[in-house]
């Protein structure tokens, strides 16, 4: 693209009120997620941006790496280790995590990936799948009646109106959902469905190694992702993860990745990581959904969008 156009096509992203209203939006929902957690008992801890370990991810993107005087560091896809890591020694911990996922061209089609966004990382030890999808809910329904009251206007501006979910909230089985609704089933019923809701148990060829599997189910994953309504998609993937060295080798043999790739998280695990559970949630995804926008990169000031040169 051309320089002049660039910036007039970032002044002209910059000066739409939506945006404007979106990004402001948007600091009240980083405050209010901070807030909620340091209330349940959440320590804040800095966020990693280059390290030898980041998630492997389970779908492609370009992988760059920075060579420092012979030390090779990756750019955090996301804190999963550092998360685990961190909840052993600290117990229930969360961050504010810059995440750059290079994703492939063909995803700006989606709406919802950029390649720089940040995810809110959150970390608990000892914590089941279902504690922590309870908390979850908590922070939806909180979150969703706080803006409709304190950001009213700003909703009415957007021309959005937002439901406040009621608890429980729906669970569908990955296997049950995809057996009814065929491989869409995701985007199927998030279009259906007035309510967030939630996805379990999902096989363990669509997951990374860390989520734990299922003692009673082998093969199935003690994982989750909350799906929005309305076709808003993934909001948030979470679950319980495997802490015992000799079961995350296991996995990582099974994925089919390299023991040499993992070596730090491996050497840490047989100090002894503990049981913990966690999940993500995309700070630019939430609010395109809270604002009702059709284009994720409405809710940055400065969006890379997959496949765009982008300031
Ligand atoms: P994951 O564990 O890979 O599902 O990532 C956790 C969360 O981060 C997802 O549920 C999304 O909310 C968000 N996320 C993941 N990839 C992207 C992306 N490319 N752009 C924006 N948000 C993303
Ligand atoms: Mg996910």
Known sequence: MNDNLLVDSLQQHLEDKRVQKAIEVQSDIR?????FFRKHGFIEVPPVIISPITD?????????????????YGLTKSMIFHKQILAKELGSIFTF???IRLETPEKEKTGRHLSEFTQIDVEKRGASREE?????????????????SERASDLKFLRRKLNVPSRPFKKFRFLDAEKEYGKDFESILSGRMKDPFWIIDIPLENREFYDRESDSEPGIL??????????????????EREFLEE??????????QSEEQFKWILAYSSKGLAPSAGFGIGI????????????????????????????
Do not use: W
Not at 31 to 35: F, V, W
Not at 57 to 71: E, R, T
Not at 228 to 236: A, D, M, Q, R, W
């Open 222 to 239: 003690e994982d989750m992702d909350l799906i929005y309504p309305e076709g808003f998609g993934e909001g948030l993937s979470g679950g």
């Open 132 to 148: 922590m999808m309870g908390l979850v809910e908590d922070l939806m329904v909180g979150l969703t009646q706080h803006m409709n």
């Open 56 to 72: 492997p991810l389970n779908h492609p993107v370009l992988d760059p790496s920075i060579d420092y005087y012979g030390m090779k």
């Open 284 to 311: 630019e995804r939430l609010t395109r959904y809270i604002c009702g926008l059709q284009r994720i990169e409405d809710t940055h000031p400065f969006p890379k969008i997959p496949g765009k040169l982008s300031l």
């Open 97 to 99: 995590s810059p995440n």
């Open 31 to 35: 405050a209010y997620l901070g807030e």
């Open 247 to 256: 079961r995350i080798r296991e996995r990582i043999k099974r994925k089919g």
